[in-house]
């Protein structure tokens, strides 16, 4: 299909991509914002929708409404954070900004910086940081406070300036970093700083500022000195204690200059301890992505065991896991076949697999057993002549043997006990 170009309008804005941005979106999923309209009644009068996105965004009378704020837990564990969700036709307008971006920023990027990027993925950064633990002794944890609540509007659109000189993109970014946010309350909280999570343009601004507040100035200040990054989450690593704290005392003037600044309580210095790095400090182990780095037992290839410094779930991410493991209930759905619960829990627990089961995977095998072990409890509900512990363990033995790929998680744990 031919592009199909705007005119007579104040901005040069291809239909073709509010079309494919629209595409994006749907693809991404994601909830109602305060008009209550789901990507389904955005659908149901398609062309219309699209058609105003477009117009105003060509004629440069587009204004956002406020940003829905949702809290969710974080996604690798360790509390709530704030989602901003916008409305379905934000989002499409937003990826239409999104889409200019991504392809003039991302030849710039540091090859270390994973966050929000095609082709590279947390656990990427997960092991890139592993074998440098292995490589270097010391590691800064570093935590941004409140990243997305305290960024500095006039340095993201700094920035954004430094890769376009499209005079829309600048307009409607700096209309989305004011947009108010709606509380669940009803009232609306009015923005002079911070980009909430949650948007589609959200990410590719985040990468951009910090690209320039921490990667760039890395590579110029400490070029020698390595660093994952994954959104606002980074991990540098260091030849020494010393000089860790030199790294970290010059990082935490940094960002005091771009108005960020670290949390105190969270980052801190690290010592990759193992079995050939014994010496004794405060702090010996530190969480990335959902994963936490400490010394563990680890088996050599020919089956010695060691201590070895390398990552496993977390203690939050395993907490935030057990608790949704815990309101499925599974135990209560006597109506239900195997072959249903298999259905409702399968597509969850293999992305639970495949993630956190990358690295350490045997970490995740309690969590996987107390799934069986409601499952056990299911079948002593729904068959009374199973209501023995014994008689439900030797049935769901024979379910394992019988279809060993029934549920995911069977492949790795085929147990209850």
Known sequence: MSELKSQGKSFVISKWDVWKAFNRVK??????????????????????????????????????????????PKQHGGGM???????????????????HLEPRVEPVFHPDSYGYRRGKGALDAVE??????????????????????SVRHDLIVKAVKAHTDAPWVLLYIKRWLVAPLAQPNGSLLQRDQGTPQGSAVSPVLANLFLHYAFDAWMVREFPHVPFERFADDAVVHCVSERQARHVLAAIAERMGQVGLRLHPAKTRIVYCKDANRPLDYEHTAFTFLGFTFRPRGARRKDGRIFLGFSPAISKDALTRISRVVRRWRLHR?????????????????RGWMNYYGAFYRSALYPLLARINAYLVRWLRRKHKRLHGMRKAHRAFTRATQREPRLFAHWRWVPSAW
Not at 29 to 46: H, M
């Open 128 to 149: 890139v940081c592993r074998q440098r633990c292995w490589k270097k002794d010391w590691v800064i944890d570093l935590d941004v406070a409140s990243f997305f609540d």
């Open 27 to 72: 693809e991404n999923g994601g909830g109602p914002g305060v008009d209550g309209q789901t990507i389904e009644d955005f659908e149901a009068d398609l062309q219309d929708n699209l058609y105003k996105v477009w117009n105003r965004m060509s004629s440069g009378s587009y204004f956002p409404p406020p940003v829905k704020a949702v809290e969710i």
């Open 81 to 99: 954070r704030t989602l901003g969700v916008p409305t379905v036709a934000d989002r499409v307008a937003q990826t239409v900004v999104a889409m």
């Open 333 to 349: 759905r006597p109506n239900f076949t195997l072959a249903d619960l298999a259905d409702m829990i399968n597509p969850i627990v």
